[in-house]
């Protein structure tokens, strides 16, 4: 594989064979109002196990650009944390406070259920263990099923407590310590994972700075865990020793970074680097040590894959607990090796899937 980032192509196809996927599926329903796409980049490990997540896009080509770079780092989520499984994503296009609809998941499910298990798909941003279980009526292949299902039940928490030991193992590296008490954190979004990553970092004594797109929740989680609660683009300019994106993609980029004061970036949101081939190298650059978003937020994948292969939530807790290591090893890789942990990380998932690829190479 070789490690793209911006794109040079806008045309489908183009964005498809830059980013190297497999397949992607475009999904339309008239009645139920569905539009989704799902990607699968690669699948030389297992089949593609990706949450499915429901946004109101501003455009087609916002979602299609959004489900190619998600659905690439699950493959690199998998390939580096020793999984055996591929990389997908799914989107549906559409505001989920007003369209989402037992009929609309339904749907879904059946498009998934046409792929034949060459895609899994889970909860993501704005979908639920309930949604999960409208899917799982037109679909076997469907995990993150609440525990009276059988399934593995919501995998925020194990998502949260992932992010918290690659944050730790990055505090190590910069302060030569992992201890976060007294550190002063700025957690930005605080939805499930968000939540959960902040019952760790106040149980330990950090000192929280919060911020969210929903006032509300920004209100009650700063009042509930004695934060100080700033606006949405306030955030990158607080005076704190870490930052923590735990909402959408790319709030690393070229507006943002010359405003970050923090020495730590470690988050559980997705895509995180804007362009990780211009804004990796400017973090070592400021000396910020970057803990690589597709590693430390691995947990809920672990927690899915568990339920995939019949293992307990203790053994998918205990696997994310290595995540502390897994960013150790990429952070002193990535200084060997002189370059970015991103790169470093991409690398290792790389060459996993490589040599695995041709131990599958025959029948």
């Not at 690439?72 to 989402?100: C, E, F, Q, W």
């Not at 000192?207 to 004695?226: G, W």
């Not at 362009?275 to 803990?291: F, W």
């Not at 690398?347 to 131990?359: C, D, T």
Request: charged share 25%; proline share 2%.
């Amino acid at each position: 594989m070789v490690e793209i980032q911006a794109l040079t192509d806008t045309s489908v196809f183009g964005q498809i064979a830059e980013y190297q996927h497999e397949q992607v599926v475009f999904c339309h329903d008239h009645d139920t109002g569905l539009r989704a796409i799902i990607g699968i980049h690669n699948t030389v490990l297992g089949p593609a196990l990706g949450g499915t997540r429901m946004w109101h896009y501003a455009s087609d080509a916002e979602a299609l650009n959004d489900v190619l770079r998600l659905s690439r780092g699950m493959t690199y989520k998998a390939a580096i944390s020793g999984l055996n499984l591929g990389g997908g994503k799914a989107v549906i296009i559409g505001d989920a406070k007003t369209m989402k609809t037992e009929a609309l998941l339904r749907k879904f499910g059946r498009f998934v259920q046409n792929l034949n298990g060459k895609y899994i798909t889970a909860e993501d941003v704005n979908m639920t263990t309930k949604d999960m279980e409208y899917i799982r009526m037109e679909t076997k292949h469907v995990a993150g099923l609440p525990e009276s299902m059988g399934g593995s039940g919501d995998p925020s928490p194990v998502t949260a407590f992932g992010t918290y030991m690659g944050m730790k193992a990055a505090a190590k590296k910069a302060f030569g310590s992992d201890s976060l008490q007294g550190k002063r954190i700025a957690v930005q979004g605080v939805g499930h994972v968000g939540t959960y990553l902040l019952e760790h970092l106040t149980k330990e004594g950090a000192k929280i700075v919060l911020t969210d797109f929903y006032e509300d929740r920004k209100l009650e989680m700063a009042a509930r865990f004695n934060a100080q609660a700033v606006g949405l683009d306030e955030i990158y300019d607080q005076d704190v020793d870490i930052y923590s994106p735990c909402a959408l993609g790319a709030t690393i980029n070229d507006d943002t970074i010359t405003r970050l004061k923090c020495r730590v970036i470690a988050g559980c949101a997705n895509n995180q680097l804007q362009n990780e081939n211009v804004h990796g190298p400017a973090l070592v650059e400021r000396g910020i040590v970057y803990a690589p978003d597709f590693l430390i937020n691995a947990g809920g994948l672990i927690n899915v894959y568990s339920e995939v292969v019949g293992g307990s939530r203790q053994s998918a807790l205990t696997q994310t607990e290595k995540i502390y290591d897994f960013t150790t090893e990429v952070l002193e890789r990535a200084e060997k090796e002189e370059t970015h942990p991103q790169k470093a990380a991409i690398r290792q998932a790389e060459q996993r899937i490589a040599a695995l690829g041709k131990v599958k190479s025959t029948y």
